[in-house]
């Protein structure tokens, strides 16, 4: 009301002065302009974006729900038939029931307890859906998503527990779908709630631990064995990503006795299990899990990063951003499950991998020939053939990752003395790990210069002995040599699939699904980065630029054939040769397909995320998995499908990693 | 504001300036300098072309935006006096500080109405929907699509299942009813204060069900009692073996006992399965004897609210304005509703009164100054005043449905009404003769008995799906085999409670809040398109203190349950060992005296009694909360009585 006063005295005045006015007009001028005053402008402009919103909004409403499909269909012509619509004119009805497992990262995340500055935020979601949380209260909000750093479990006062049913993982955020595609297409023929469940699950936990505090793993076996039940068929599983370990930590969960498991017997997966269709399955992890523990980066920090320096370095805004991930990250147990497993038998050595000749330009005109192709034909003239050396997963400087393993001089690090703590106060609020290591122990690392999936592990226990000491009480990273040791009854061994056996049931089929076609994080060139304060001693040397056609290398990052996460040699290994037949990990040698799904992009924006994508996550709207899972989950077998499809070099790979089976 | 706006106005209009000029020479010295300023300012905009005109559209701008910012400035500073504000403090924060802490795994069964529903698969009217609540949430779609929202919510006539091709399912999880539109809390209240003492989804669970079908075709469709089964099953066992503590509310209490029955006749629990999962049910505003708010519905889809309404604004409810016929399309979606007749009055006459007998029948109306003491002798006042009808002397609440004499003979107009100029919405009034109604009218009164018949010649249909599903009467003889069958498993009155000596049964309710119980009818007046022949006769008023009011008999109760169908059972039905309760299942009753909020900042009220507001009652929510925490009912003081629950219940003679 005061700009009403306002108004109302500017006009009064302005009366006032127009009485003398006869004689004097320029006077009145200036005066007669107050009219618009700056308040008035302010509640003018409010109201015309108030209104214009209004009517936008409006309008939008009132649109039909079909109009954008119409205006695409007009751009790009028929859209064809969901598989949903098309399946369902062939005849195909609900059938087995259908439990989805969601990967890490997918599932929303919900406060149940939290400290004073939560308030209000009781049952909202803190991960997943709009975010609104990180930026209104970051602290926070990171303060509540981390775990104790001792335990692995809720920090003292803090309760953060999934969400639960289908909303825990259908859209991560509005309008980024993961699970809603493939739910809405199996509802067309016939599924609703009672014959699908979502086995939402705290992604941040270790697996074992997700049972310890929720319950959760009896969770889907008591909803599993209800559903079987009253549907008279076994269920169908479609885990994704992470989930594709959980579900295998599951498995031998359900089946061991008591105390430690689910007490099922020995049969519970026979009786209760028809498939499972891993969805870009890391089973054997993923090099991106390294550098996220390593130096809380992807490559798209490290491209960002490269793009404006500045941004993310803490002496600018002070945001600290990436120390603060860090920290948050280094909590949660569940990331040290995607540390690639196997060591070098399975991701190479200093100069071999199974990759190696692998040309990402190659493999679509002609898939048998790339034997001598390389990445770098550059007219290098002392090496013949310069393989990408996959094999050295972290190396430092791009000379490192090119050398030839003789050239390269390594001082072991793994005895090196850790210097003191040099930050202490400082950096209080953003501690990490790295701040216990001092400059020395930061020296030795580097001077390792290249590291195998072997030496990672080592690595990862000198720079965060923390986490690696909670994470070790709960996975396993390596081969078994004898299966039957009774030490690989313990649940550390379960999500590993080169340290279990599947359970025997020779009925049940495993799908790998997985999009291909995508470069993928496999190997990494780092730099030793200037001390500062509170800071991350590696980053990513972005600067490691190959210009060559086949740019294997970019950014620092040495790239695969995969699905944008996972690289076919994880997701697809398993599934193409140590489980294939009878093998000592598949003893009952239940049948295994690999299904691979050739990346497209969407050709127009109007596509959105695309119905071919074969990205890790895009995947879910690709039309021709989700027809492969419909099909399956009405009652089709794995030969009904048409058994393997494979684009990429899955085989090949496979055959040169040595594992007795 | 309108003044200013009047000013402003008067400023812009465009008078020439030559007749400017020649007001100037006319004006009078009083006027003069309001004109001036009028010339000038518009002297001022024609030499001045870059000052901005102040136009009409500008002022709307203004003004809304004005209006935005007070607004959001008073958003503003409410959030900040709400922060500030130091609130009571919950329960549960209070309890959590005593040490009471979660032990007993926690479930809540919500009642009619206050689930959700949302769509799976529909008709193509329905497009952009999936996965969307239909019920519960916004309603946004009732008003963007009504009749496709109608089509959809409705089942099918015949079986009382899905229509072809239609697929609408309960919300599952917490969500399902936590709120039943936005701000509108059913069970968030008691969900928050539950976790507050350290509970979580692993040890509390809503049994959310479609309670649109009849209980057993809930599990016929979706499974839902095996769900049920199952997930009690798995909280037992994964909270360290600790029996579960079942919270229904309003219809979900007779849900739980056709659970009860089931999960030891039919769904695989075997006898004692009861015994060693439950600890307590603890009923909140429980329905076990029916209401007499669903006779009404079901008869012509009105209640107080609506009959109210209708005496306000005669005509707005009326087919012929609007032609939206909205109480026609209620009713023929409704009636589709097998969970109604759940509700209707279940032990007839020697419950609920006969033509001249209510347990009742002393009852004193008299809701300003009422007191909770026994008042035996206000029966005189309540006589005089009675002029249009016929009940006279203490309020035959008995007579459920009475018909007034106003409507004095059926004129031929309306036998001959025309069905098709009156649109597309049919109610099963269409197939019943005008002679049928006439006789009805003219039977005057029906009690909780005869009251069946009536429903069965005006509803045919449903009273024939659902008489499959539900049973109203007394049980003479409960070892007679007949009673195995599920249609008897919701009534307390025909069933044995299980086997389960240490369970403990509580019925908590709200009381102090006038509540329907019977109805004076009429005649609809014949109109071309009246569809439903009866209305509630409004014009019917009982004296200043009378408990009639509006075509409605109130009584004691929580504004949908009389305190007879909520206490009955606990208090005398179920009390000690008797043939309904063999094992002799401790019975509680806490009742919560209604107090209405005392501002609006209080929203709600923490001591409502009402229906469902007594779920933000900060005394039951402590209530539930001790025994989930391991309380027994001795510890929680036993009874709490405020109303003449008791001494209703010794009137009432049945045979126990």
Not at chain 1, 443 to 449: I, M, R
Not at chain 2, 135 to 160: Q, V, Y
Not at chain 2, 173 to 193: C, K, M, R
């Amino acid at each position: 009301m005061p700009s009403l006063r306002r108004r109302r005295a500017a006009a009064e005045e302005s009366a006032r002065a127009s009485d003398p006015d006869e004689k004097r007009p320029e006077l009145r001028k200036p005066k007669k302009q107050r009219k618009w005053s700056c308040l008035d402008n302010c509640c003018w402009f409010i109201g015309c974006v108030c209104v214009v919103w209004w009517a936008l909004l409006f309008s939008y409403n009132m649109m039909p729900s079909s109009f954008p499909q119409y205006v695409t269909e007009a751009i790009t012509g028929p859209m064809p038939d969901p598989p949903g619509v098309k399946l369902k004119k062939e005849g195909l009805q609900a059938k087995h029931p259908v439990v989805f497992v969601p990967g890490i990262v997918t599932g929303g995340l919900e406060l149940w307890e939290g400290h004073s500055c939560a308030e209000g935020l009781f049952r909202k979601r803190l991960w997943g859906g709009t975010f609104g949380e990180v930026y209104k209260r970051p602290l926070c909000w990171v303060e509540h998503m981390s775990l104790d750093n001792e335990t692995g479990l809720d920090p003292p006062g803090v309760r953060v527990r999934p969400v639960t049913g289908l909303v825990a993982a259908d859209y991560f955020a509005p309008g980024y779908f993961v699970w809603a595609v493939l739910i809405a297409n199996l509802a067309r023929i016939g599924y609703e709630e009672k014959a699908m469940y979502m086995a939402a699950y705290d992604w941040r936990l270790s697996f074992q631990n997700t049972e310890v505090r929720d319950g959760a793993l009896s969770r889907i076996k008591s909803n599993i064995e209800l559903m079987v039940a009253t549907s008279g068929h076994r269920a169908v599983i479609i885990p994704h990503s992470m989930g594709v370990l959980y579900f295998l930590h599951f498995m031998k969960w359900v089946e061991a006795p008591a105390p430690m498991g689910g007490g099922g017997g020995p049969d519970w997966c026979a009786k209760h299990i028809k498939a499972v269709m891993n969805i870009g399955g890391p089973l054997l992890g993923v090099p991106k899990a390294v550098s996220g523990l390593f130096s809380a980066e992807g490559r798209d920090i490290a491209v960002a990063r490269a793009i404006a320096p500045g941004v993310l370095d803490k002496d600018l805004f002070r945001i600290q951003t990436l120390q603060h991930i860090m920290r948050m990250t280094r909590t949660w147990d569940s990331t040290m499950s995607m540390i690639p497993k196997g060591g070098e038998t399975i991701w190479g050595g200093l100069d071999w991998s199974p990759e190696q000749g692998y040309a990402a330009s190659k493999r679509k005109h002609n898939t048998s020939e790339p034997e001598n192709s390389t990445c770098t034909e550059d007219g290098n003239v002392k090496q013949k053939l310069k393989y990408a050396h996959y094999g050295r997963i972290i190396s430092f400087g791009k000379d490192v990752a090119e050398a030839h393993s003789s050239e390269i001089q390594r001082i072991d690090f793994r005895d090196a003395v850790k210097g003191n703590n040099f930050a202490n106060n400082t950096c209080r609020d953003v501690w990490t790990e790295y701040h216990d290591m001092g400059i020395s122990g930061i020296t030795a690392v580097a001077e390792y210069k290249a590291y195998t999936a072997g030496d990672l592990l080592d690595l990862l226990n000198y720079i965060a002995p923390k986490m690696m000491e909670r994470g070790s009480a709960h996975f396993s990273y390596g081969i078994a040599d004898n299966l039957d040791d009774p030490k690989y009854s313990h649940y550390k061994y379960w999500s590993n699939p080169l340290e279990t056996r599947l359970p025997n049931a020779p009925d049940m089929e495993i799908f790998s699904m997985y999009g291909i076609g995508i470069p993928t994080e496999r190997a990494y060139v780092y730099k030793q980065v200037p001390a500062a304060d509170c800071y991350i001693p590696f980053q990513i040397d972005t600067s490691a630029v190959e210009e060559n056609v086949d740019r294997c290398i970019k950014d620092g990052v040495f790239t695969v054939d995969g699905d944008e996460t996972v690289p076919v040699l994880s997701a697809g290994y398993m599934s193409a040769k140590a489980w294939r037949g009878k093998t000592r990990f598949n003893p009952s040698g239940m049948k295994t397909y690999v299904r691979e799904c050739d990346h497209a992009p969407p050709s127009t924006l109007l596509e959105g995320r695309g119905t071919q994508s074969g990205a890790h996550v895009d995947i879910m709207g690709n039309f021709a998995l989700i027809e492969d899972v419909m099909r399956v989950a009405a009652g089709a077998t794995g030969e009904e499908l048409g058994g393997d499809r494979v684009y990429s070099d899955i085989f090949k790979w496979s055959e040169r990693i040595e594992l007795p089976l | 504001m309108a003044v200013i706006l009047r000013f402003r106005k008067l400023c812009f209009q465009e008078p020439s300036p030559s007749s400017c000029n020649e007001h100037k020479r006319q004006v009078t010295k009083r006027d003069g300098e309001k004109m001036k300023e009028n010339c000038g300012s518009e002297e001022d905009g024609l030499r001045r072309k870059g000052v901005k005109e102040w136009r009409c559209v500008d002022s709307c701008c203004w003004m809304i935006g004005l209006m935005c910012t007070a607004w959001w400035l008073l958003l503003f500073l409410h959030h900040c006096m709400l922060a500030s504000l130091p609130g009571a403090e919950p329960p549960g924060a209070r309890l959590g500080r005593q040490g009471v802490a979660a032990l007993h795994p926690v479930v809540l069964v919500p009642g009619i109405v206050t689930g959700g529903l949302e769509l799976w698969e529909g008709r193509p009217c329905s497009d952009g929907l999936f996965r969307q609540r239909l019920w519960a949430g916004s309603f946004a779609e009732i008003f963007k699509r009504p009749m496709c929202w109608l089509e959809h919510l409705s089942l099918d006539n015949e079986t009382g299942l899905d229509p072809a091709g239609i697929r609408v399912r309960a919300s599952s999880g917490l969500v399902a009813a936590d709120y039943f539109a936005p701000g509108y809390f059913v069970w968030a209240n008691l969900i928050e204060n539950l976790a507050r003492i350290g509970y979580e989804e692993k040890n509390m669970h809503m049994a959310a069900y479609d309670w649109r079908l009849s209980f057993q075709n809930t599990e016929l469709r979706d499974q839902t009692l095996s769900r049920l089964k199952s997930k009690i099953e798995l909280m037992y066992v994964s909270n360290g073996y600790k029996k579960v503590v079942v919270v229904p509310h309003s219809m979900g209490a007779n849900y739980f006992l056709h659970f009860m029955k089931w999960v030891e006749a039919a769904g695989g629990g075997g006898r004692g399965w009861c015994a060693k999962h439950i600890k307590s049910i603890m009923n909140i505003g429980p329905v076990f004897l029916g209401v007499p708010k669903s006779v009404s519905s079901i008869l012509s889809a009105e209640s107080k609210d609506v009959a109210f309404l209708r005496a306000m604004a005669p005509g707005l409810l009326d087919s012929e304005i609007f032609r939206l016929q909205a109480l026609e399309h209620v009713m023929r979606v409704s009636r589709t509703w097998d969970s109604l007749v759940s509700l209707l009055p279940k032990g007839g006459e020697a419950v609920w009164g006969n033509l001249d007998w209510s347990p009742e029948e002393d009852h004193v109306c008299d809701w300003g100054t009422r007191k909770y003491q026994p008042q035996l002798k206000a029966k005189g006042n309540e006589t005089d005043g009675r002029h249009s009808f016929q009940v006279q002397e203490p309020a035959k609440f008995g007579r459920i449905v009475s018909f007034s004499k106003t409507v004095s003979s059926p004129d031929a107009t309306t036998s001959s009404k025309s069905n098709a100029s009156c649109g597309k919405v049919k109610t099963e009034y269409d197939e019943v003769s005008q002679e049928t109604i006439w006789k009805i009218s003219e039977e005057r009164a029906y009690s909780a008995d005869t009251l069946l018949d009536l429903l069965r010649s005006v509803a045919p249909k449903m009273m024939k799906r659902a008489e499959a599903h539900f049973s109203h009467g007394i049980a003479d003889n409960l070892s007679d085999p007949k009673y195995n069958h599920y249609k008897y498993w919701s009534n307390p009155l025909e069933t044995e409670l299980p086997e389960a000596p240490d369970m403990e049964i509580y019925s908590l309710y709200g009381v102090g809040i006038p509540t329907e119980r019977s109805y004076v009818y009429k005649l609809s007046p014949p109109g071309k398109c009246r569809s439903i022949p009866l209305q509630i006769d409004s014009s019917a008023d009982g004296s200043q203190n009378g408990c009639l009011k509006g075509g409605v008999y109130f009584v004691d109760g929580d504004e949908s349950v009389p305190v007879l169908s909520a206490g009955f059972m606990c208090a005398k039905g179920w009390k000690g060992k008797t043939r309904f309760n063999p094992s002799g299942s401790a019975t509680y009753i806490r009742e919560y005296k209604h107090i209405a909020p005392a501002n609006l900042l209080h929203g709600r009220g923490l001591e409502s009694g009402a229906h469902v507001d007594i779920m933000g009652n900060v005394a039951l929510i402590e209530d539930v909360l001790r025994v989930a925490a391991g309380a027994s009912g001795v510890e929680l003081g036993g009874d709490r009585i405020y109303s003449d629950i008791m001494k209703l219940s010794e009137k009432i003679k049945i045979h126990l």
